[in-house]
């Protein structure tokens, strides 16, 4: 052990800046970073990556031989295939975004022991993306007929899908901007306080779905995540370090955890409570356990003696928690024609569990879930008109402006710039006023296509089955020809897509 620390400590101690190239800040931060701090990792990337292509050999192993000759997809529950069909491509490209993040930190940060964490990082995130695509052919190759196709959208749409953009909207922030900044959006909130949720918490709930394959892929990246953890203890340790750097760290820290807290708590109750059969705990629970207890408990609490404290809006968020997911869903179910899966209608069952977990659920949410199974079968009438109309979107984070429930919604309409602007809430509008520039290119799904018709959106982004008639999303389970929509049914709605916020008088309240 004393030759490998002492291997360990001459290789950092070869770096260097080569003579012939001027020194370029190719990715400036205002934070000022200790030249020497604890490493990290400790690891010798030949050692590292021995490690790291053992795990993928069990991985890749498992699933191209025992899981894929049981026929394990079809075994998987349906309405849990829905969930991942948007889940992977998500949570992949948050994967892409990290890469590029920890590559900026390598260019930014001259700290030999900290660069050393992160190009093995960076080699993880590689790893995970490739990870992730691959489990995502998986279940497009294997899954049952019916199902396969819509896993082959979720990366094409991401751009162009109402939920999968504001998911690109929240992860982008792991490589726009000062690369500190960067680094709490990815290191210190999304991989310390959201990776647990996500993949340990969801890990558990595909077994009890039939699925065999995802807990595979899940834990093997989350055994890398522990190291970025540290990679994020150490890069926050270096910069609190230097009394200088501590009053943007907080403002960036508050800004980081509202970022990350606006998509990915909204978007798990939906893919976590809305997608299971049988369910056991609801995310609310595991949220107030990995994020209430430990991240804020264990994580953060232990460095408020260096001056970080825990983020400014982080009672907000658990306050709003309780509800927001449940009405981000309602916005999921009633533009279901928009996306490439099908989200199934919640059974008389589904409404108990509701209940016991969310008291109150059934009053405020129960009449639309009751509206949605009615409107299930083709010709039985429009689903976006479940909504007086549909809710404006946050210039910021994208989601709708309804949050944290329908007759309660915080949204704020404001002009700037001759536009019209919606925040779903106080502090992504402060978000905003900091830096405008930074949001006001990023158009909203409503502003990309607002006067399509409906029909029209579906035809140009590829929404329909091999026919070419039968719509890729359907608002149930069913495989009854008769249950089925087409494009025709669709045309009969004569549905525009339109931007809310060109009404005038659009302040969106609840007839």
Same mark, same amino acid.
């Given at each position: 052990?004393? *030759? #490998?620390? =002492? ?13 012939? =190239? ?9 934070? +000022? ?49 829905? %969930? ?7 949570? *992949?490209?948050? &994967? ?14 001259? *700290?030999?022991?900290?660069?050393? !964490? ?5 080699? @993880? ?36 899908? #109402? ?38 918490? %969801? ?27 540290? *990679? !994020? ?15 943007? #760290?907080?403002?960036?820290? @508050? ?21 299971? =059969? ?30 970080? +404290? ?19 869903? %309602? ?20 409404? &108990? ?12 949410? !129960? ?22 109309? %549909? ?15 329908? @007759? ?25 006023? &900091? ?15 607002? !006067?399509?018709?409906?029909? =029209?959106?579906?035809? +140009? ?31 009969? #709605? ?18």
């Amino acid at each position: 052990m004393p *030759n #490998l620390i =002492e291997a360990h400590e001459r290789v950092k101690g070869f770096e260097w800046s080569p003579s012939y =190239e001027a020194k370029r800040d190719r990715y400036p931060t205002r934070y +000022k970073i200790p030249p020497k701090t604890k490493d990290p990792f400790r690891h010798l990337i030949r050692d590292y990556c021995s490690m790291e292509q053992e795990k993928d050999d069990r991985q890749y192993g498992a699933l191209e031989d025992v899981l894929a000759r049981s026929n394990a997809p079809a075994h998987v529950e349906r309405r849990w295939l829905q %969930m991942l069909k948007i889940a992977i491509p998500t949570v *992949n490209f948050g &994967e892409y975004a990290a890469m590029k993040c920890v590559a900026q930190l390598i260019d930014t940060v001259e *700290n030999a022991e900290l660069r050393q !964490g992160y190009m093995a990082q960076m080699i @993880d995130e590689v790893r995970h993306t490739n990870q992730q695509m691959y489990l995502n052919r998986y279940f497009a190759k294997h899954s049952p007929e019916g199902e396969c196709e819509g896993f082959a959208y979720g990366m094409k749409l991401k751009g162009t899908n #109402l939920f999968g953009r504001a998911g690109r909207n929240a992860f982008e922030t792991f490589f726009v901007g000062d690369p500190i900044e960067c680094a709490l959006n990815l290191q210190v909130v999304a991989e310390t306080a959201y990776t647990n949720p996500f993949f340990v918490a %969801m890990t558990e709930v595909a077994a009890m779905q039939g699925d065999e394959a995802t807990p595979s892929v899940f834990l093997s990246v989350q055994s890398d995540e522990s190291r970025h953890m540290a *990679n !994020g203890y150490s890069t926050l340790a270096a910069v609190v370090s230097n009394e200088d750097n501590l009053p943007q #760290l907080q403002a960036d820290f @508050d800004r980081a955890f509202w970022r990350q807290h606006a998509f990915i708590d909204p978007f798990m109750v939906g893919v976590y409570d809305y997608f299971q =059969e049988g369910r056991s705990a609801s995310y609310l629970e595991k949220w107030k356990e990995w994020i209430g207890e430990d991240w804020v408990g264990s994580y953060i609490s232990r460095l408020e003696p260096f001056g970080l +404290k825990a983020p400014r809006w982080l009672p907000l968020a658990e306050e709003r928690l309780y509800w927001s997911g449940h009405t981000a869903a %309602m916005v999921g179910y009633a533009g279901w024609p928009l996306v490439y899966w099908h989200p199934p209608g919640l059974s008389d069952a589904d409404f &108990e569990w509701f209940e016991e977990k969310y008291p109150g659920w059934y009053d405020h949410y !129960g009449w639309f879930h009751e509206g949605y199974r009615e409107l299930s079968a083709p010709g039985s009438g429009n689903p976006f008109l479940l909504f007086s109309s %549909m809710p404006p979107l946050c210039r910021v984070c994208q989601m709708p402006c309804i949050f944290p429930r329908l @007759d309660i919604n915080t949204v704020r309409i404001r002009e700037h710039a001759g536009r019209r602007h919606a925040f779903c809430s106080e502090p992504c509008e402060f978000i905003f006023n &900091e830096d405008p520039g930074r949001y006001l290119g990023y158009k909203t799904f409503w502003e990309l296509f607002d !006067g399509w018709g409906l029909d =029209e959106y579906i035809v +140009k982004n590829g929404l329909l089955r091999a026919d070419g008639k039968t719509l890729l999303a359907q608002p149930h389970l069913s495989d009854d020809p008769k249950m089925l929509w087409t494009i025709d049914d669709i045309r009969a #709605l004569d549905h525009e897509i339109r931007d809310p916020l060109k009404d005038a008088h659009c302040e969106y309240v609840v007839e």
